[in-house]
């Protein structure tokens, strides 16, 4: 079973909506998660991080985790075309010092 | 700019061949981690050094080795190339999370590999 799991299928929304992307991931002990973006030919970049269960908020961005169902989620309010880009889950397995990352989805904002 | 710098940015080759991945970490920063990103596989954990030592390894193919010299930079062999080699190869680095407590990593551009 992989440590985290993200549907990789593209999204495209017109510019102005709601983009809402998931990720869920294996073992409940885990307690880093983080959400790094990837605009094309660069490498990823943080773009949020949060410790154990909650909400984080950071201008437009909000990122959730549900440790009850081992579910992390990133929002993006009034989406730009600047935030087309792969966005990508990834956990930090405890004992180990790596980051484990999800397929990564792809987002389109349509002006 | 992350300050993480990769060569060479694009390689073309042929099967059989070895090629070698340079990386140079953001000044200060210790570890230097490898990862593999393909369509189909995502971002795979190659390996990570610190200060000079392997540190973790992920799903590093035996025709594949890496090391990190005394001034910190490093560099990923791959050897004996097959088709399915062909991916972009990212060097990250960061400060030692288990005194910074945090996931960053700070990754070059990466390299991209064709292998004909």
């Known amino acids: 079973q992989k440590e985290v799991e993200q549907d990789p299928g593209p999204l495209s929304v017109p510019e102005g909506a709601i983009v809402s992307l998931n990720c869920t991931y294996s073992n409940s002990a885990f307690q880093y998660f983080m959400w790094y973006r990837q605009y094309s030919r660069k490498g990823p970049e943080l773009l949020m991080y949060t410790y154990s269960s909650g909400n984080k908020e950071d201008g437009r961005f909000t990122a959730q985790v549900d440790k009850s169902s081992k579910y992390i989620s990133l929002f993006i309010r009034d989406s730009q075309p600047s935030d087309s880009a792969t966005y990508l889950c990834?956990?930090?397995?405890?004992?180990?010092?790596?980051?484990?990352f999800g397929k990564g989805n792809q987002v389109v904002v349509i002006p | 700019d992350s300050g993480v710098t990769q060569t060479p940015k694009h390689l073309i080759t042929a099967t059989g061949q070895r090629v070698t991945l340079r990386c140079s970490p953001r000044s200060g920063d210790l570890s230097v981690y490898w990862y593999q990103q393909s369509l189909d596989q995502g971002l795979q954990f190659l390996i990570q050094?610190?200060?000079?030592?392997?540190?973790a390894k992920g799903n590093i193919l035996e025709r594949f080795s890496a090391q990190q010299f005394p001034d910190l930079h490093s560099e990923l062999n791959l050897s004996s190339l097959e088709l399915g080699d062909s991916a972009l190869y990212f060097c990250?680095?960061?400060?030692?999370?288990?005194?910074?407590?945090?996931?960053?990593?700070?990754f070059g551009e990466g390299s991209r590999l064709t292998v004909l």
């Open positions: 990834a956990v930090w397995p405890n004992g180990n010092n790596r980051l484990a």
């Open positions: 050094y610190y200060n000079g030592e392997e540190r």
């Open positions: 990250a680095s960061s400060v030692d999370w288990a005194e910074a407590g945090t996931g960053e990593l700070f």
